[in-house]
């Protein structure tokens, strides 16, 4: 017996158009996707009031991941808090739904640096 084909699985980089963003199972904010590269899905995020509670992550991780020397480098204690920042990061629960495809997404990965988010899914 033939087993029908299965739905081909967009991935990151074909996803367009508005997603809800949650974070630990709570709802955060909007995005706008709008594609992206080979791995990585890119949109504008709108946060919303539940947003708060995770912006000091986020905005810690970008001071750091901009936080060179004179030389073009980060220092020492500057990897170490990246390293951390991006523990605490990875340790989130993302995921992001798509409602006009009724599709929810687990995200491997995820950024955001003012209204930009980019992720990367499992």
Do not use: C
């Not at 706008?32 to 890119?42: E, I, L, R, S, V």
């Amino acid at each position: 017996m033939i087993k029908p084909a299965e739905p081909a699985r967009r991935v990151a980089h074909h996803r367009k158009g508005r997603a809800i963003l949650f974070l630990n199972g709570q709802e955060v904010g909007t995005v706008q996707a709008h594609g992206g590269d080979t791995t990585w899905g890119f949109g504008e995020f709108v946060p919303n009031e539940n947003f708060s509670a995770y912006a000091p992550y986020f905005g810690m991780w970008s001071l750091l991941m901009h936080a060179e020397d004179e030389f073009n480098r980060l220092t020492r204690d500057a990897k170490k808090e990246l390293a951390r920042a991006e523990e605490m990061l990875d340790t989130m629960k993302v995921g992001l739904y798509f409602p006009n495809d009724n599709e929810h997404v687990r995200v491997a990965q995820i950024t955001i640096e003012g209204d930009r988010l980019e992720w990367k899914e499992y």
